[in-house]
């Protein structure tokens, strides 16, 4: 099966520029999740989606992160406007949504702010 | 929300030994997974362990979740399993499958 795809892999921009991430999770994978990682830590949970409805973004900072997973299949992740401290990779993962809720990874997309 | 700590924060072993890794959480989970983070930053999930023991070739892990703490064991370690090892919780109290990491234990494998 197709694994998790994310783009982009790497992007580069400036404070106060907008940035979007794209996630296309595994087919008939009901639960995505965004997480992001700052260098050194662990990844922290920032949205999850059920289908096309958020169950949790209760540490989406709102003011500047927005998500959505249109027809409960891909899903984009924008931040407007960008903080030197959104620094980090942004990884996308998704589960079946049956039994073992077990987590598959894409390769994640590194965003810099200078 | 629920707390998950793992030790220890970093770890060097020559290519051949064992070693132990140990991730502790706060509360009661739904579920455990443990996963790799390989040098280019990639998660491959390892194990989906609730409970018990499974082994995988050369890693096994053990999960007592009455205890609140679960065991990665890696033997004759190569310098592929370098990377940073995370476990990962399913907190029954945080929401619909919200999943949890920890803080991450760095391996480096020398030769």
Request: charged share 30%; net charge negative; hydrophobic share 15%.
């Given at each position: 099966e197709a694994g998790v795809a994310q783009s982009p892999r790497y992007k580069i921009i400036e404070k106060r520029q907008s940035v979007a991430f794209w996630c296309n999770p595994i087919s008939g994978h009901a639960t995505l999740y965004w997480y992001q990682q700052i260098l050194g830590q662990g990844p922290k949970l920032l949205i999850q989606f059920q289908n096309n409805g958020v169950?949790?973004?209760?540490?989406?900072?709102?003011d500047r992160f927005s998500a959505e997973r249109l027809k409960g299949v891909d899903s984009t992740l924008k931040i407007q406007?960008?903080?030197?401290?959104?620094?980090a990779v942004y990884l996308c993962a998704s589960s079946f949504w049956s039994g073992a809720n077990v987590l598959t990874f894409g390769a994640g997309s590194r965003l810099t702010v200078l | 929300g629920i707390q998950v700590e793992q030790s220890p924060p970093d770890l060097i072993l020559q290519e051949g030994a064992n070693s132990t890794l140990r991730c502790n959480f706060s509360d009661s989970v739904n579920n455990l997974q443990w996963f790799h983070q390989n040098p280019w930053g990639q998660l491959i999930n390892l194990f989906y362990i609730p409970s018990g023991t499974k082994q995988n070739g050369r890693l096994s892990a053990t999960t007592v979740a009455t205890e609140r703490y679960s065991l990665l064991y890696i033997s004759s370690?190569?310098?592929?399993?370098s990377g940073v090892y995370f476990c990962a919780v399913e907190d029954p109290?945080?929401?619909?499958q919200k999943v949890t990491f920890g803080t991450g234990t760095k391996l480096q494998v020398i030769p």
């Open positions: 169950v949790d973004d209760s540490q989406l900072p709102k406007p960008a903080k030197l401290e959104d620094s | 370690s190569q310098t592929t399993d109290s945080g929401g619909y």
